[in-house]
């Protein structure tokens, strides 16, 4: 009876809520004895994810323990930084970050390649394009590339539509009469076609809305505009200098002679755009469409059309979860063929106390099974191609993984990964475009001005 109520006692959760710089952080601790690593993750993100391996690692290795501090997407970058600047007094093991966060944080945790190669890591394993995207940095005081993170998933943003509406032959025959060009996302080339398909949904009363896109100029929009822009980008051979992504680490908002990309005719087009498919959704003086609104939103069943990412898919097929739309949700890549890349990484604190305990957890959260097994139980696609070899062999996954290996290989809608991306450019390339998009001024200076202020702070 005791050693029932000791092992009751060593899984209490604790459940604390603060408030820090005005947001809401919550700490779930599983104490015990030994080590105990501490894990940034980002709610409604990758925290499932990580607490399922942390649990499953647990139950393997009983002297290791996880203390989780769970805070939000627009928080998390500032949070890691702050904790690393104070030095060896930081208590933080493991961080998260997406791609766009990666070269703002490389000072900030420690670099793997002498852990990958003493313990013979399959790096190898890992999908090549997200693990240059976010996991990898250009160390220019060492001219050497460091890996300071692992990609624990893989999340690209594509075309979320509506089966029950596009495959409806009836509303096939009267858009191809009405517009002349298939009705199926698939099969669309352009933007204006999806702007034609908002229109045809919403004016014959198919849906309240069109498609979700999400205009968060705390961050949201520095993911946004490059899918959107790169349609003109690709186009354009002055801007990609005859590359599909641009140069690593500045991709396509930049061009290959390292100048802002977005300033001229094309990244007008391409906010124009955005500020139209937005007439589509709630008002952003009413309600900010942010990361979490991509799902909630999309699952009411009253839009056509969801521009988010492909790691949502089990979710909003899943009866218990949206049960309007599952079973109704298809897939497509950006009109014209292509994807942005996503995902969330994985890396050790620069001042962790517990460096190989965390490693040998990444090691563990990595492996091809435990990817698979994770994904099984409710977690975002693998970034490992050993372990979505395993799930493609699976016959009930065989369509959606099909679509996910054709998305990996065409996703070059990519903001630059710099590091001060998240400090420097994204702020102002999210308020030129929230001020276009919101009707507070005119793209062409907003834009110049802009790229004007990124080559500032390029050379500063």
């Not at 909003?316 to 049960?323: C, D, L, Q, R, T």
Request: glycine share 8%; proline share 5%; with cysteine.
């Amino acid at each position: 009876m005791k050693k029932a109520i000791s092992k009751l006692m060593a899984s209490l959760i604790a459940l604390l809520v603060i408030i820090a710089a005005g947001a809401s952080v919550y700490f779930y601790t599983a104490r015990g004895r030994g080590v105990t690593l501490t894990v940034v993750v980002v709610g409604g993100w990758n925290q499932q994810t990580v607490e399922m391996a942390a649990q499953q690692y647990e139950k393997l290795n009983p002297n290791v323990h996880f203390n989780f501090v769970v805070t939000t997407f627009s928080n998390v970058e500032e949070k890691e930084i702050v904790a690393e600047s104070q030095g060896n007094s930081s208590s933080y093991d493991i961080f998260t970050w997406s791609p766009t966060m990666s070269g703002a944080l490389a000072p900030y945790v420690y670099p793997l390649n002498s852990l990958i190669n003493s313990s013979h890591y399959n790096v190898s394993d890992l999908s090549p394009a997200l693990l240059s995207f976010g996991g990898e940095y250009y160390n220019q005081s060492t001219g050497k590339t460091e890996i300071i993170g692992l990609p624990i998933d893989t999340s690209l943003l594509v075309l979320f539509y509506r089966t029950d509406i596009f495959d409806n032959a009836t509303y096939a025959k009267e858009f191809q009469t009405e517009y002349g060009v298939p009705f199926n996302p698939n099969d669309w080339t352009n933007w204006t076609e999806v702007i034609w398909a908002d229109k045809f949904v919403t004016s014959h009363n198919i849906t309240k809305y069109g498609m979700i896109i999400d205009d968060n100029v705390a961050h949201g929009l520095i993911d946004t505009f490059p899918a959107v822009f790169y349609w003109w980008y690709a186009r354009n051979s002055t801007l990609n200098g005859g590359t599909k992504g641009g140069l690593p680490g500045y991709n396509v908002l930049f061009t290959r002679s390292l100048q802002p990309s977005f300033a001229g005719p094309d990244g007008v087009e391409a906010v124009d755009t955005i500020k139209e498919l937005v007439s589509y959704e709630p008002s952003p003086d009413v309600l900010t469409v942010d990361y979490s609104h991509l799902q909630s939103l999309f699952g009411t069943g009253e839009y056509a059309m969801d521009l988010a990412w492909s790691g949502f898919y089990d979710n909003f097929n899943n009866p218990s979860e949206y049960p309007v739309i599952a079973g109704k949700v298809g897939m497509a890549l950006l009109p014209g063929g292509y994807s942005e890349a996503g995902g969330s990484f994985l890396g050790i604190a620069k001042y962790s106390k517990h460096k190989a305990q965390a490693w040998a957890f990444l090691e563990f959260l990595t492996s091809d099974k435990e990817a698979a097994k994770l994904y099984y139980e409710g977690g975002f696609p693998p970034s490992e191609l050993g372990a979505i070899s395993i799930i493609s062999s699976n016959a009930t996954h065989a369509a959606e993984f099909g679509f996910y290996v054709k998305a990996v290989s065409t996703a070059y809608a990519n903001p630059p990964t710099l590091p001060i991306t998240s400090t420097k450019l994204m702020p102002v390339i999210n308020n030129a475009v929230y001020q276009c998009i919101t009707g507070k001024g005119q793209p062409y200076p907003l834009l110049a001005q802009a790229a004007s202020q990124w080559e500032q702070a390029m050379q500063s």
